[in-house]
C-alpha cells in the first residue's frame, strides 16, 4: 500500500486546514488508519485514528474536539479536519496505515505497516 498526504502549508493560529491520505495498490484489503505528527527537535507523536469502518476514532488529547479523523472507503481516502489550529499544532503531519487486526484502531506508530511521505503544517502566531 501506498499513501499519500497532502493539505498542508501555513496558515494563523485559529484557521481549519484538511489534510487528506490517498491509499493506493493493495487497498482491497481493510485498513485502520491513522495520523501522526513530528515537530522540530520533537520524537513523532500520536495525533488521530480510525478503524475500517470509520466508526471507531480516537485522539490525542490535545486535539481532542479540534480535530476531526474521517475516511471514504470508495475513494480509499482518509481525512484529518484541523480546526482552531494553534501554534504548537506545527508540524509534519504523516498518515499510516495496517491491515485490520483485533483492536478497532491503533495509537502507537510501531503499530503501523505503512506510513506516507509527510505533509507540512505551520501556523503562525
Known amino acids: 500500500v501506498q499513501l499519500q498526504a497532502s493539505g498542508g502549508g501555513l496558515v494563523q493560529a485559529g484557521d481549519s486546514l484538511r489534510l487528506s491520505c490517498a491509499a493506493s495498490?493493495?487497498?482491497?484489503?481493510?485498513?485502520?488508519m491513522g495520523w501522526f505528527r513530528q515537530a522540530p527537535g520533537k520524537e513523532r507523536e500520536f495525533v488521530a485514528a480510525?478503524?475500517?469502518?470509520?466508526?471507531?476514532?480516537y485522539y490525542a488529547d490535545s486535539v481532542k474536539g479540534r480535530f476531526t479523523i474521517s475516511r471514504d472507503n470508495a475513494k480509499n481516502t482518509v481525512y484529518l479536519q484541523m480546526n482552531r489550529l494553534k501554534p504548537e499544532d506545527t508540524a509534519v503531519y504523516y498518515c499510516a496505515a495496517r491491515p485490520l487486526g483485533g483492536a478497532s484502531y491503533y495509537t502507537s506508530d510501531y503499530e503501523y505497516s505503512y506510513w506516507g511521505q509527510g505533509t507540512l503544517v505551520t501556523v503562525s502566531s
Open positions: 495498490g493493495r487497498t482491497s484489503s481493510r485498513y485502520a
Open positions: 480510525i478503524g475500517w469502518s470509520g466508526g471507531g476514532t
